[in-house]
């Protein structure tokens, strides 16, 4: 191959990629014109934040990380849970899973996006940014906890961009990739992937001053409700893909992530019951948090009903899951999936957040629900996910589908 | 208390003879600035029209804030051009002169805070005297010291009631203050992502408001609730901005920048007392020199029964609590 041609594939590599991500039905253009103007409105709300400063939220010296910070640590979750297809896939060789590990990947890619977004519109003086890039700013590494989180969030981001984009671009030439080109990167991600997760929740665990996170168990607490929520997300988008498109999934492959799921999700009710034992079989001072959350504190009980939520639609999807009475059928799967998805983003958003920081190190109690702006900025990002998921995912599924077609089997 | 209340002799001759070498130091380099600055508005704002972001030259001195470094790592030099572009920024917008200084730690000195929780009637002087110190929010209502009222029985402020309206003090009741305990170990420093927030060599824990990038880490990181952020632009009447200012101090804040008590950094390395413990009419605050045997806060840790807040933490506070 000369260089000449190599650079012409590329050309065309990349302009059919844009053509195919762009092209579509008028459902399919409806549906991004919908995702960019929930984009816009995330844009104008944080224009509002930029003009006004953090002050539009509701947030406080109290509660001075809200909803933004919430959402990040949920989607970090959804983001590492992408490795429970990676790992099957490539190294076990699991052929269901072969077959939708781009979507895990993908998945990841946008679940990376949002929360990398929530972080960078919490920050007071986004200008500022160039502060934190190492050598040119001042890097405190390997001190601070948020340094490591960049790190790691960034160097995940570039594994799961460049491996299935050397993966697609070799089966939209109709090559079969090397796997000593990008099996290595494979066995690195997949470390990256328990690494991001658990480092996120090192960046609570590791603050003394808040005992509600000071909590040797919320790092494997995080990984496993992660386990549990990110592949109930991808359950939702393969029946989607499947209903949607001439990519057909087969249903050992949903029965597989069903297995997952349970697995993850019983180990994070049994995780979960540990904590609530331990803040209330013999409650100290210590316990505020817990109290504040579960059932309200000096008249703040903000979260009381929204974590009772979480705690059962987490049960219920859980049994759904477990007991599989529709036999995987979307019909009760797919219920199943959001609730538990549902259950885990509250449980591991805001009621994780707010408790932690509730009550403050003065003892005062406050309330927190999050302001139009937080709402409107967290659901700018979310089609900005979502944008970024169909983006790829379309042209994806279009050169995987061309590439078993033609190959000769 | 050693160099606090040594006011007479070598060291206040030192103190005059500073501003005038300052001076001429600073009178050429702000000529160099503004010479540096309106070359740098004719490359940076080629014909913008003033008005838009102020004007011409108060853009190109933000552009220049924009790009300087953390405030450790400038040159002698460059704290001295960043001071006087500060100088004129406050001048231009807000048509005030303020000296904003640069003085560094004085040798041989670590600062330590004692509160005596027997004398402290709960009159809140010291909160009022550290807002106008240090120029601190008037719009949020922002406070670096809380009082709070407790009832016996009680020992840490986080048991206390911090909102009383009632007058003080009360029979059977007593008073605690918190603020930042400038700890040895400080959990922010720890956890501050760009290292704006550090130790000085006196013991003080400072943040380079310019170089916050305002991700509250430190925030949630503090045990103390010692930290304070910049929700909104804070705004300070001009008639009450307190004009000796240090960098590292009591200057204008931004918005989206974290601050925090600094130990009134300005006054107290010019030898001079904290604003809230010049303010406290019962004598409750003590401040002063750990590493001076002859301090007031020395005999306090040496004869008082004086404790510390949240010891277990391990985070070695240099704030002590004592009863007489």
């Known amino acids: ?409 | 208390m050693g160099f606090l209340k040594n006011k007479s002799g070598r060291q206040q001759i030192t103190d005059e003879h500073r501003p005038c070498q300052d001076s001429g130091r600073r009178e050429f380099l702000k000529k160099a600035v503004k010479a540096a600055a309106i070359g740098g508005t004719a490359v940076v704002t080629g014909c913008q029209a003033p008005g838009l972001l102020g004007s011409k030259e108060e853009f190109a001195l933000q552009f220049q804030e924009y790009f300087k470094a953390h405030y450790r790592l400038m040159t002698e030099k460059e704290r001295d051009t960043t001071i006087t572009r500060l100088e004129r920024l406050a001048k231009l917008q807000k048509n005030v002169d303020v000296q904003i200084s640069s003085k560094e730690a004085m040798p041989g000195v670590l600062f330590g805070y004692g509160f005596n929780v027997t004398r402290c009637e709960g009159y809140m002087e010291c909160v009022s005297a550290c807002v106008r110190e240090n120029n601190l929010d008037r719009k949020s209502n922002m406070q670096y010291i809380r009082i709070f009222e407790m009832e016996p029985g009680q020992m840490t402020p986080d048991a206390g009631q911090g909102k009383f309206f009632n007058e003080v003090p009360v029979d059977g009741r007593f008073y605690m203050g918190a603020q930042c305990n400038h700890c040895d170990n400080a959990p922010c420093i720890k956890a501050c992502p760009t290292k704006a927030t550090y130790r000085e060599p006196d013991g003080i824990v400072v943040v380079d408001y310019d170089w916050c990038i305002g991700c509250r880490y430190c925030m949630a990181a503090c045990p103390y609730y010692g930290r304070r952020f910049n929700w909104n632009e804070p705004v300070v009447p001009v008639k009450e901005i307190t004009k000796k200012q240090h960098y590292l101090g009591n200057r204008q804040r931004r918005r989206g920048q974290m601050e925090k008590c600094t130990f009134c950094v300005q006054r107290t390395r010019e030898g001079r007392l904290p604003a809230c413990a010049e303010a406290c009419p019962t004598g409750a605050r003590i401040f002063g020199n750990l590493l001076d045997p002859k301090s007031e806060i020395r005999f306090v840790l040496e004869n008082k029964k004086v404790f510390r807040w949240k010891e277990e933490l391990g985070t070695d506070p240099k704030f002590w609590y004592f009863i007489d």
Not at chain 1, 150 to 157: Q, S, T
Not at chain 1, 183 to 209: C, D, K, M, N, Q
């Open chain 1, 1 to 409: 191959m000369t260089q000449k041609s190599s650079v012409r594939q590329m050309i065309g590599f990349i302009t059919d990629v844009t053509r195919w991500s762009l092209s579509g039905g008028i459902g399919y253009q409806l549906f991004l014109c919908l995702l960019v103007v929930f984009m816009m409105l995330g844009v104008f709300a944080y224009l509002v934040q930029w003009k006004l400063g953090l002050a539009v939220t509701h947030m406080s010296d109290i509660v001075s990380w809200g909803f933004y910070i919430a959402n990040f640590t949920f989607l970090v979750g959804v983001a590492a849970a992408a490795v429970m297809l990676i790992l099957p896939s490539y190294i076990f060789k699991d052929k269901d899973f072969h077959h939708v590990v781009i979507i895990g990947e993908v998945v990841a890619i946008g679940a990376l996006v949002m929360s990398m977004t929530f972080v960078f519109v919490d920050l007071g003086r986004p200008l500022q940014g160039w502060h934190i890039i190492p050598i040119i700013g001042l890097f405190n590494w390997p001190s601070s906890l948020l340094t490591w989180d960049i790190l790691v969030l960034n160097v995940y981001l570039v594994l799961n961009l460049s491996i299935p984009a050397y993966i697609l671009y070799c089966h939209y030439n109709q090559v079969e990739p090397d796997p000593r080109k990008y099996r290595p990167f494979v066995f690195i991600s997949i470390f990256w992937a328990f690494g991001i997760h658990l480092i996120t929740a090192f960046l609570y665990e590791g603050l003394p001053a808040r005992p509600f996170w000071n909590n040797p168990l919320m790092g494997p607490r995080f990984l496993a409700s992660a386990f549990a929520a990110g592949p109930a997300l991808i359950t939702v988008l393969l029946v989607i893909i499947h209903n949607t498109t001439v990519f057909k999934i087969p249903k050992q492959t949903f029965n597989k992530l069903r297995l997952i799921i349970v697995i993850s999700a019983i180990i994070n009710l049994i995780m979960l019951f540990s904590e609530v034992f331990k803040e209330f079989y013999f409650p100290t001072h210590h316990s505020l948090s817990a109290e504040y959350l579960y059932f309200g504190l000096d008249g703040h009980n903000s979260l009381v009903p929204w974590i009772w939520t979480a705690i059962s639609i987490n049960i219920i999807g859980t049994l759904l899951l477990a007991f599989n009475p529709g036999k995987n059928k979307p019909m009760l799967l797919l219920p199943a999936c959001i609730l538990l998805f549902v259950g885990i983003w509250i449980e591991k958003g805001i009621g994780l957040i707010v408790p932690g920081l509730v009550p403050s190190p003065l003892g005062e109690v406050v309330s927190y629900a999050p302001s139009w702006v937080e709402i409107s900025i967290a659901l700018g990002i979310l089609a900005l996910g979502m944008f970024v998921v169909t983006m790829l995912l379309k042209p994806a599924l279009i050169i995987e589908h061309r590439f078993k077609a033609e190959k000769p089997s």
